[in-house]
C-alpha cells in the first residue's frame, strides 16, 4: 500500500472508512472540515456501503492539480488510462464524488450498489474509490 493521498481523509484499520464530519445540527458532511470550520464539529465514520447516483468517465488527463498517472515527469497523454467516477450516496448522509474500480462503463446503473476501497492512486499514493458491491465479495471470497 501506498501513503494515503490525504491523512485523514479515511480511517485505518481492516475496515477503514470515509472520514466526515457531524455538525452540531446533525447534518452530516464531507470531508471533514479543518481549522476554524472545524469547531463543534465530531469526526463521523461515514457508510462503506452506497448507492450510485451519477456518473461518467474521464476519458483524457486532467489539467494540474491533477498528479495521476500521466502527469508524472516525462509522462503526457498516451501514459493516461481513462476511469469512471461517480456520485454515490451514503444513505441518510451524503453523496461523495469517487472513482468507479472493477467495472465499465456499460455495466453501471442507477442505484448500483457500491462498496467503498482502497486503491493505488499513483506510484506513492492510495486513495479511495467504490466498487460494484459484486465484485467487492467476490475479492473478499
Not at 50 to 77: D, I, R, V
Amino acid at each position: 500500500m501506498g501513503e494515503k493521498i490525504d491523512p485523514n481523509l479515511w480511517s485505518d484499520g481492516a475496515q477503514p472508512h470515509l472520514m466526515g464530519g457531524k455538525l452540531p445540527s446533525g447534518e452530516i458532511v464531507f470531508p471533514m472540515p479543518v481549522g476554524d470550520a472545524a469547531q463543534g464539529v465530531e469526526p463521523y465514520k461515514l457508510s462503506r456501503r452506497g448507492k450510485l447516483w451519477s456518473w461518467t468517465s474521464q476519458g483524457f488527463l486532467p489539467k494540474e492539480p491533477y498528479q495521476g498517472p500521466g502527469s508524472g515527469p516525462g509522462e503526457g497523454p498516451p501514459d493516461f488510462q481513462p476511469f469512471l467516477l461517480g456520485y454515490v450516496e451514503l444513505p441518510g448522509e451524503v453523496i461523495v464524488e469517487s472513482r468507479i474500480v472493477d467495472a465499465r462503463l456499460e455495466d453501471l446503473h442507477l442505484g448500483m450498489d457500491l462498496e467503498f476501497c482502497i486503491v493505488p492512486f499513483n506510484m506513492t499514493h492510495d486513495t479511495f474509490a467504490f466498487r460494484p458491491l459484486a465484485a467487492a465479495e467476490s475479492q473478499a471470497a
